[in-house]
């Protein structure tokens, strides 16, 4: 199995809204297929999706012709070609560093797998996690991070330690091969160009609803103060 991000996705530079739409369509393709939906329009993939037909279409021609002219998008097909260029037509293994609250409750999550993401590797550095395990991955030493990526053939790395500690781990990973990094801990790591990181802060997330709640409270006319 290939560790690199799929080639067509990275020479073409898609932006990253394109490729989440993607995710959108073939959800939705994927059901339509299991209720024996054989076509579908650019409007009606649209209409699903809560997106315009032009998007839709725009979106779909960036990677080929996949409409069948006068009756839509042939769903099989185009459900096919969506699990190739975003790479679910494979799995790929992921290895978690930091296994506290956290990186536990990541490896934990059943969905993940379901989704062809495999957690095959959980690394610490606290002597008391050590050989416990999760599910059925057994927590290991971070010293031995560069032999589990290689053995274990990890393509994407996630960072959930404290920030202090980020970037040393980061290096490790990208340094045993790992090309894509899931980075929870609040700092900016430097990273090579040819490796892609993914920086989620929850806590941003929660701050931009509280403008939502202050805003939605002001036109319902409620009393915010
Ligand atoms: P935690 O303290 O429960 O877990 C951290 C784990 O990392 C511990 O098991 C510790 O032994 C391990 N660790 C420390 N240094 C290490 C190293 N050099 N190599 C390998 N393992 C090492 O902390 P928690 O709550 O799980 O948070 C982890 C990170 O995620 C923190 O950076 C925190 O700020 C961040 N975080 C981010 C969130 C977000 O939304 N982005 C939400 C929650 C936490």
Redesign the pocket.
């Known amino acids: 199995m290939s560790r690199r991000p799929n080639e067509e996705m990275k020479s073409k530079k898609v932006p990253e809204g394109t490729i989440s739409r993607l995710f959108v369509y073939l959800r939705e393709i994927t059901e339509l297929a299991k209720i024996s939906i054989h076509t579908i329009s650019s409007a009606e993939l649209g209409e699903r999706t809560n997106l315009s037909d032009a998007q839709v279409r725009k979106d779909l021609t960036r990677f080929g012709q996949f409409g069948v002219s006068g009756s839509g998008y042939d769903t099989g097909k185009l459900k096919g070609a969506l699990e190739k260029i975003l790479g679910k037509d494979r799995t790929w293994n992921v290895a978690v560093?930091?296994?506290?609250?956290?990186?536990?409750a990541l490896m934990a999550y059943p969905g993940f797998e379901e989704r062809g993401l495999v957690m095959v590797a959980a690394?610490?550095?606290?002597k008391k996690?050590l050989g416990k395990r999760i599910k059925n991955v057994t927590i290991q030493s971070?010293d031995r991070l560069g032999e589990v990526i290689a053995d274990k053939k990890v393509s994407i790395g996630i960072i959930?330690?404290?920030?202090t500690?980020?970037q040393?781990?980061a290096d490790k990973m990208i340094k045993a091969g790992v090309v894509c990094i899931l980075n929870?801990?609040?700092i900016a790591l430097a990273i090579p160009e040819n490796v892609k990181v993914k920086?989620?802060?929850?806590?941003r997330?929660l701050e931009t609803l509280s403008y939502f709640l202050v805003n939605g409270a002001e036109r319902a006319g409620m009393n915010t103060e």
Not at 123 to 126: A, G, W
Not at 160 to 163: C, I, K, L, T
């Open positions: 560093v930091g296994a506290g609250h956290l990186g536990s690394l610490d550095s606290d996690r971070v959930a330690v404290p920030a500690d980020a040393e781990v929870f801990a609040p920086d989620i802060d929850l806590s997330e």
